[in-house]
């Protein structure tokens, strides 16, 4: 059975930092191109950030400086250091996998996804 269990959420002040991972299981996930979405209340599930199987990264614009992703394909993980934090960082953070080797930042093109993390980040 495939899962991916995100993990590392909390409550930050602006300005902050929190580092995410996300340990995955139940299959190879070394040529899959990883990612982080978030979700805030009354939004829809945005990009945040990817990372292919040969460690190009992609960022969504509103995060691209403050947050870093990272994989380790021993480990079967995917890290999200974030930086900087906003309010408008706030939502409930999820990882997800995509089987296929061509990046997309469309939330239905991922095949599994974890729970989800909250991060709140306070004013």
């Known amino acids: 059975q495939v899962q991916m269990v995100e993990s590392g959420g909390g409550l930050v002040q602006a300005g902050g930092s929190l580092r995410l991972s996300c340990a995955a299981s139940?299959?190879?996930?070394?040529?899959?191109?990883l990612a982080w979405f978030r979700q805030a209340p009354g939004k829809e599930r945005e990009f945040v950030a990817a990372?292919?199987?040969?460690?190009?990264?992609y960022y969504a614009v509103s995060v691209k400086g403050r947050f870093t992703i990272s994989r380790d394909n021993a480990k079967s993980t995917v890290n999200l250091q974030m930086s900087s934090l906003k309010p408008e960082d706030t939502a409930v953070y999820y990882c997800?996998?995509?089987?296929?080797?061509?990046?997309?930042?469309?939330?239905?093109?991922?095949?599994?996804w974890g729970r989800g993390t909250q991060v709140t980040v306070s004013s």
């Open positions: 997800a996998a995509d089987r296929s080797v061509t990046v997309d930042q469309r939330a239905y093109a991922y095949d599994y």
């Open positions: 139940g299959r190879t996930f070394s040529r899959d191109t």
């Open positions: 990372i292919s199987w040969t460690a190009t990264t």
